[in-house]
């Protein structure tokens, strides 16, 4: 899910009901431009792709896919590889509200700037 505040934006890899349109949906009417995975067309991507994708269009990455993006985090350090910020999130462990309240916290005390080259856990 990509979203865009004066603090930045996210771009979402989670689609289908774990993503749900529920979450983008609640961030957008609170103002945040938010892209998923399945409205940029780029569903069967790889991780990868999808965390270049979000870089280029300025846009950190929020996903339940765990385990590979913190993979894939660690492997751009190493590479002196740039990206624009990266959110995970246990699948199933927050509601849609929870989800919504935890990036919108996110996103009201890190700026884009702050998000550069940075892994952030949603948690309580």
């Known amino acids: ?3 865009s505040t004066p603090y930045g934006r996210v771009v979402s890899t989670v689609t289908g009901a774990l ?3 529920d979450v983008a949906n609640a961030l957008r009417a609170r103002g945040i431009d938010i892209l998923t995975a399945l409205e940029s067309q780029r569903i069967e991507r790889s991780d990868e792709d999808h965390l ?3 870089t280029a269009q300025g846009r950190a990455l929020y996903s339940f896919n765990v385990g590979d ?3 894939l985090y660690m492997s751009y350090m190493e590479q002196n590889k740039s990206h624009a910020g990266i959110v ?3 699948q199933q462990q927050y509601s849609v509200g929870g989800q919504m309240r935890r990036l919108l916290q996110l996103i009201a005390h890190l700026t884009a700037s702050d998000m550069q080259n940075r892994v952030e856990f949603l948690s309580a």
Do not use: E, T
């Open 1 to 3: 899910m990509l979203w």
């Open 19 to 21: 993503c749900p349109s």
């Open 52 to 54: 270049d994708f979000a």
């Open 69 to 71: 993006f913190y993979r």
């Open 88 to 90: 995970l999130a246990l």
